[in-house]
């Protein structure tokens, strides 16, 4: 059980000098607090103004507060999407370079409906849910939207990720993502002092992290680009520069020793999971003693890589209610199938979940992300489609909370503020109304979403058609 007497000795040493009428008790729910320590029965949970400062059972509630019954119902803290991206929207237009719908919407007519759709994007995943998301690259919109959120109540907080930086020239960067708006999405280069640079320009624009990326996509032209830019000693460069700033750097690897060389050079996360081979004992043993948490992103690898080209998709519930209206229909859009192509990312999605599997069972840290924006894949929603794949890749439900909310916070290097339903901390809270560790799915039985203390019933979040 939670240990509640510094619950109880914190309320009563707060209380003093507060403001009651600015204080709001939720009482009665059965708390899942993000820690991974045992729900609580019939807690309360106290906010003053945007702030936790009391949790658990027996604390006392002071006279003027505003009291909220929430028995028979939980309470779990507000989702945390550890990889999204503002400049791509989920659907099927959004990334030319990976399926090519120009004819039908052109680049830069998506690019304008991207921007001005960015407020219902925010909407999106506070409907869903998700009170802070970590962007992970891309180009200024990125910050633009950080800002927009911080200015806007229905929105999630945004934390940003300065780059994709990554070990290649320029022309293979325009190859890979066209430029965005004029911008490049990914930073190149091609020596230490190009990786030492793009750092310096996220310090200088207040990034929250780093984002790397260390992977050959199959071709051995990149392969050798790799090689030839000495990626190991690129990735050093970017994490010994970082960490003079205090800040951490994730990287983006989808193979088993690109994300070896990762952790090797500093990598405090890993983006994806491998999905080349299977994951050995000495690659664990690696990431524990490195206290590296990866995160999976398991489906995109179902929903972008197969369902798309099959229509056979398993929508959510919730994709349905929260998404940004536009995007779950363009799914419908019809693309030649590739029968090639669905035999081997149907191999290399069951070996990625077996990856997952196997890193859960050996004490890795995970957190949960979706790579929002990457087609087939909706701002918010698809957080709750990401849980229920590693739910399926045999991760029980109290560690993915767990994992979704607090090991997320660790991504941005945020768990002191957020993640949590701790005093002192943001108060971003969901109120379910079933049981989410009876069935993770119950997830998405949301009532009210709370951010920073303003409370919103689902309903008032929902899209506008």
């Known amino acids: 059980m939670l ?41 309360t949970v106290l906010v003053e103004e945007d702030k936790f400062i009391a949790v658990g059972t027996g604390v006392a509630v002071p006279e003027g507060a505003k009291v909220v019954d929430v028995s028979g119902k939980w309470i779990i803290p507000g989702l945390i999407d550890s990889h999204v991206h503002f400049m791509t929207s989920g659907r099927m237009y959004t990334r030319p ?55 806007t109540d229905a929105a ?3 934390f940003v990720g300065h780059g994709v930086i990554a070990p290649m020239p320029e022309f293979i960067a325009k190859q890979m993502i066209p430029p965005w708006d004029g911008e490049l999405t990914l930073k190149p280069g091609m020596s230490a002092e190009a990786a030492v640079a793009h750092v310096q320009e996220a310090v200088a624009r207040g990034a929250d992290l780093i984002k790397t990326a260390i992977d050959d996509r199959g071709s051995r032209m990149i392969s050798a680009m790799l090689w030839f830019a000495d990626w190991r000693q690129f990735q050093q460069a970017v994490v010994a520069e970082a960490a003079k700033h205090g800040l951490q750097v994730t990287t983006h690897a989808h193979a088993l020793e690109y994300a070896r060389g990762a952790v090797n050079a500093g990598a405090a996360s890993l983006q994806h999971v491998p999905a080349d081979r299977p994951v050995d004992q000495a690659f664990i043993n690696l990431l524990k003693a ?20 099959t229509k056979e998709m398993e929508l959510l519930p919730i994709e349905r209610k929260c998404s940004v209206p536009g995007v779950v229909e363009s799914w419908d859009e019809p693309i030649p199938p590739a029968d090639d192509q669905s035999i081997r990312y149907r191999a290399q999605g069951a070996l990625a979940a077996a990856n997952v599997g196997a890193l859960y069972e050996g004490g890795v840290s995970l957190a949960v992300a979706t790579d929002t924006g990457m087609i087939g894949i909706p701002a918010g929603s698809g957080m709750h489609l990401e849980l229920r794949d590693m739910h399926r890749a045999g991760i029980p439900a109290d560690y993915l909370i767990h994992a979704a909310t607090f090991n997320s916070a660790q991504i941005a290097d945020k768990e002191d503020e957020y993640g949590s339903v701790e005093a002192g901390k943001f108060a971003d809270f969901l109120i379910l109304g079933a049981d989410p ?29």
Not at 7 to 25: N, P
Request: net charge negative; glycine share 6%; with cysteine.
């Open 3 to 43: 240990d509640v007497r510094w619950t109880v000795s914190m309320a009563f040493s707060l209380m003093a000098g507060y403001c009651h009428a600015d204080v709001t008790a939720y009482q009665g729910a059965t708390l899942i607090d993000g820690t991974h320590r045992a729900a609580v029965e019939d807690a």
């Open 97 to 151: 370079a990976f399926i090519d719908l120009t004819d039908k919407v052109p680049y830069e007519e998506e690019i304008e409906w991207i921007k001005t759709h960015i407020p219902d994007t925010l909407r999106a995943n506070l409907c869903s849910g998700v009170t802070s998301v970590v962007s992970l690259g891309g180009p200024s919109l990125e910050y633009e939207t950080r800002d927009l959120a911080s200015r």
């Open 156 to 158: 999630p907080t945004v």
């Open 290 to 309: 490195n206290e590296v948490i990866v995160v999976p992103t398991l489906a995109i690898r179902k929903r972008t890589l197969i369902e798309l080209f």
């Open 437 to 465: 560790l009876a069935d993770i799915g119950n997830l998405q039985q949301i009532e009210w979403v709370i951010k920073h203390g303003k409370a919103f019933r689902q309903s008032e979040l929902l899209p506008v058609h």
